[in-house]
């Protein structure tokens, strides 16, 4: 499932900040919701961020008021603004397509302490 391409990832210290980013191929990309997951080794894949065709977004406890989603709809990119970053947050983050199950390649974060 190559639709989806997810960049941004790297290392940075506890405390830093990373932008992601995910360019969907489809030109249609307004249409669905998006998410972001993330899976950190031996762990689940677990849902972190969702932003729905109004603009209406969602976050998972564990990163609620240090990441913003967002979406620019024109470019057909999602993207995942990572502030505050923890060791925790250590993982490969995903975007999905909600609506079509389309999953991205993923891009690795990777929090030092």
């Known amino acids: 499932q190559v639709q989806l391409v997810e960049s941004g990832g790297g290392l940075v210290q506890a405390g830093g900040s990373l932008r992601l980013s995910c360019v969907a191929s489809?030109?249609?990309?307004?249409?669905?919701?998006m998410a972001w997951y993330r899976q950190a080794p031996g762990k689940q894949r677990e849902w972190v961020a969702t932003?729905?065709?109004?603009?209406?977004?969602g976050y998972a406890d564990s990163v609620k008021g240090r990441f913003t989603i967002s979406r620019d709809n024109v470019k057909n990119t999602m993207y995942l603004q990572m502030n505050s970053l923890k060791p925790e947050d250590t993982a490969v983050y995903y975007c999905?397509?909600?609506?079509?199950?389309?999953w991205g390649q993923g891009t690795e974060v990777t929090v030092s302490s």
């Open positions: 999905r397509n909600n609506n079509l199950d389309y």
């Open positions: 489809r030109s249609d990309f307004s249409r669905y919701a």
């Open positions: 932003i729905f065709t109004s603009g209406s977004t």
